[in-house]
């Protein structure tokens, strides 16, 4: 059993920047894949960013590809999403989760989910 436990996240103007955490507790975090997903008003939850376990591995969303970056510090127990050059379009509860194995962009495959925080970019 993995716990997950977000932070960050709140209000920003267009262009701003901001960077979510995510510790994870219970099992040994480096066994698990990391992921980033978010869910828009309306809309399904959607693939954001990846990381395998070590970390040399990462893969983004075309959406927000060369302006989000995922890292994890495996003895932190601890996995972030910097996010800079945000848009409106970015606006949604952003949520961690934590996947056995190898990275995926499949929500289904993911077991364990954090508690979601909200991400607000006015314009």
């Known amino acids: 059993q993995v716990q997950l436990v977000q932070s960050g996240g709140g209000l920003v103007q267009a262009g701003g920047s901001l960077r979510l955490s995510c510790a994870a507790s219970g099992r040994t975090f480096s066994g698990y894949a990391m992921g980033w997903f978010r869910q828009a008003p309306g809309k399904e939850r959607e693939f954001v960013a990846t990381?395998?376990?070590?970390?040399?591995?990462?893969d983004y969303g075309d959406y927000v590809k060369g302006r989000f970056t995922i890292s994890r510090d495996n003895a932190k127990n601890t996995v972030y999403l910097q996010m800079n050059s945000l848009k409106p379009e970015d606006t949604a509860v952003y949520y961690c989760a934590a996947k056995t194995s190898y990275t995926s962009r499949t929500r289904n495959e993911y077991n364990y989910w954090g508690q979601g925080t909200q991400v607000t970019v006015s314009s």
């Open positions: 990381i395998s376990q070590g970390g040399s591995l990462t």
